[in-house]
Every structure is written in C-alpha cells, then in structure tokens.
C-alpha cells in the first residue's frame, strides 16, 4: 500500500521509498544503515550543510522570543533585519525585499508586481510575460505558467494568459518578440543559471541583451534566482556573476539552507519608487507567514555562516574541481559534455542516452553512496559549499563507475 503521504513529483501509486532518519555535514542515513554524501544539496539549497546547531538555537531561541505575523500595523526587528541583510547582499541599490515561505511563491509575488507596476505607469495592457524555454520557476498559477518545462504545465487545466516563450539560447528569439510587442510585455522571467532543466549557464551575451530590451521597451527584468542565490554561482547573486543588474529578483533555498521555509523578492529602488510614489497606494499581497520571524532568525545565522565560512569562494573552488573531474570523464568517453559555474553542474551523458537509463546510473550511484540529481540526458549536483575535496572525488569516482557498470 502507498504511504499516507502524497510525495512530490513522484508517482501515486509508488511504495517503497527510502527513508532518511539522520543528517550532518554532508551526509545523509537512512533507516537501513546506508550512508550517502549528498551532492545535491537536498534540492538544490543546502549551501552550510546539515547540523549546524548555530541555526537551530537561532530557530529555537526565536521561537521562544516571538512569533507574529508583519502584516500591517506588525513589525519586528528580527524580521527587518534578516530584509536588510539580504537588500544589501543584493546588486541592487536602495532595494526592499519582500518575504515570504517559497520559491513558487516568490515567483508569483515577481509576476504580480511586474503587472502592477505597469498598471501603476499607466499602461494596464502591459500583460505579456516572457518566459525561456527550460526555464523552471516553481509550480504555483504563475510559476507553472512560467514554466519553460512543457510537462511540468501539462493537464492543469487553463493557466494564467498572456505568458510568451522564447528559445532559451538563441537571443534573436526575444529580439524578435520584443520587436512586435515590446509595447505589451510586462516583464521577462530567467534563471541566470537555468537549474531543475538541467543546469544551462547563459550564453556570454544572453542576459545583457535581455537587459538592454527591457529597457529599451519600458519591460521589467527578472531574474529567478531561487537555486543561483546566496553564493551557489561564486557571488552572492548570479546577477553579479554575469554583471547583469534585474528589476526583481526571486529568492529561496540557499537563503536559510532549508533551516526554515523562506523565499522572497528583491525589488530594485525604481520598482520601490513607482509603488511609494503614491501615499494612498495599497499593495495587496502578502502571506500569513510572510517574514516569519524564525524563518528570518534563521536567514540571518545562515549568512554569518557563510560569510564567517567563506563559503561563496568556496563554491568557486568546489567548481574547479568538478569541472576538472566531469571533464576528465568527457575525455575517457563516459560524458559528452559539462555544464556548469560556481558550485552547481551537471554531466550529460553519451549521446542517445534516455530518462530511464539517467535514473538507473543515479539509483546506481544511491547504492554506493552518492546523492545527485537525474535530468534527462544528465546528472546534477549542486553540492552543500561546505563539501571538502575528498568528498567531491568520492562523488566523481561513484559516478564514473556507476556509468560503466
């Protein structure tokens, strides 16, 4: 009989999963006995590791302080400083951030924001949102309507209109829908790093051009920097990574490490500006749990940690060593190519690879200890930044045996 709990992007009808009882630094238990590292970082947002007490107490010690919500009249200072830590973390100058619990509904707060700015300029017909294919920005309306992963929109049902997709290498392809509607689009959503579609770093100039449009047509730019953020691409953002400066960006995962649920929105200071223009303007969105006060108690111990750690240089040199690894398995034939920066990467297999065959290399990488993540043709890892190189060559050397076996 399956369990009582309904599993995420899993099958209903499955039984039998593996059940974890323990984690600590970089590894996993489960109830068997079996010991994994985990080179995935859970789902792509442990950036500190497992059993880092110093978050906990934070957790805890809140919890017993406070705990409201910051919905008006509300306000607390654990709250407003975990916003000013990551504002000034961020690229983005005299930015606010708003909180909330997710990704998914980071990605939406973004979408609703970018329709009510243009509604607030004056131009209500602004509705088009832009979205690359591959693209992943959680599963909530807007987010699944995001979606640049065409199985992930299937058989919902009608999802939010006015949403447009475009090749997610080929620039030529936004040129030419800015072109024809430039006068019409609200804003552009893109990962700097495209991440759950299989690990894609932008092509040198695809993200500075998406820039120059926005601008050029009066468009907000987003970026989905859910999995990027907090030091996953060797900068704190991706943004400053690439050098390329948003309207808005989403944040999630690395942002507590998982500690708490937290997500939320950078809005750069000319969004603040077009929504504090008017006194009288009331922005009608918010979740109960938005700027929790143990989800932000934990945001704030899990920066000190990384900043004490240096754990966002860390993830550059986590990257040497991958890319060295996974290239040296491109030359020995096991890989067709690498794809990757910072601390997040994926190996693609040989050519004519299928799902099924990615799955049974990473259950047969499970088996010997290893934890990644299978995506079609590739297997990635976005590795907690405190992983040590022993155990990056110990990932390396399940997977390329787990691919001749």
């Known amino acids: 009989m399956p369990p009582r709990l309904l599993h995420p992007f899993a099958k209903p009808a499955k039984d039998g999963f593996r059940n974890l009882v323990k984690s600590e630094g970089v590894r996993l238990w489960d109830d068997a006995g079996n010991e994994y590292i985990d080179a995935l970082g859970s789902l792509w947002y442990c950036q500190v590791g497992y059993g880092q007490t110093e978050i906990v107490d934070a957790v805890a010690k809140q919890l017993g302080t406070l705990n409201y919500n910051v919905f008006d009249p509300w306000a607390n200072g654990v709250s407003e400083e975990a916003a000013a830590r990551i ?26 924001i970018a329709r009510k700015v243009a509604h607030l300029k004056g131009e209500p017909d602004r509705q088009i949102m832009v979205r690359r294919t591959r693209g992943y920005h959680g599963v909530n309306a807007a987010g699944t309507s995001l979606q640049g992963i065409a199985p992930n929109r ?20 936004a040129a030419k829908l800015f072109a024809e509607h430039g006068d019409q689009i609200a804003g552009v959503i893109s990962e700097p790093v495209q991440g759950a579609g299989g690990v894609f770093p932008p092509s040198p100039e ?61 809005l750069s200071r000319a969004v603040c500006d077009t929504f504090e223009s008017d006194p009288e303007f009331l922005f009608r969105h918010g979740y109960t749990y938005s700027g929790h006060p143990a989800s932000a108690a934990a945001a704030i111990a899990n920066i000190d940690i990384i900043e004490r750690e240096g754990l966002v240089d860390r993830a550059n040199e986590i990257g040497v060593r991958f890319e060295a690894g996974l290239s040296a398995m491109v030359g020995d034939g096991l890989l067709n190519a690498v794809r990757g920066v910072g601390a997040i990467w994926a190996g693609q297999l040989p050519e004519g690879t299928e799902p099924a065959q990615t799955i049974a290399i990473r259950d047969n990488m499970l088996d010997n200890g290893v934890i990644c993540r299978p995506i079609g043709d590739s297997l990635a890892f976005c590795p907690p930044l405190v992983m040590t190189d022993d155990d990056i060559d110990t990932v390396l050397d399940v997977m390329a045996t787990a691919i001749t076996h």
């Open 87 to 112: 504002a000034d973390l961020s690229p983005l100058d005299g930015s606010r951030v708003f909180l909330c619990c997710s990704g998914s509904e980071s990605v939406d707060t973004a979408f609703k």
């Open 154 to 173: 299937e058989d919902w049902g009608d999802l939010v209109p006015h949403v447009v997709e475009v090749d997610p290498d080929d620039i030529e392809s």
């Open 206 to 266: 695809y993200l500075r051009r998406l820039r120059e449009m926005c601008d050029k047509a009066g468009s907000l730019l987003i970026f989905d920097e859910v999995i990027c953020g907090f030091g996953r691409t060797g900068s704190w953002f991706a943004s400053q990574t690439y050098d390329v400066q948003p309207d808005l960006i989403t944040f999630a995962k690395g942002a507590t490490s998982g500690y708490q649920p937290l997500g939320g929105v950078i």
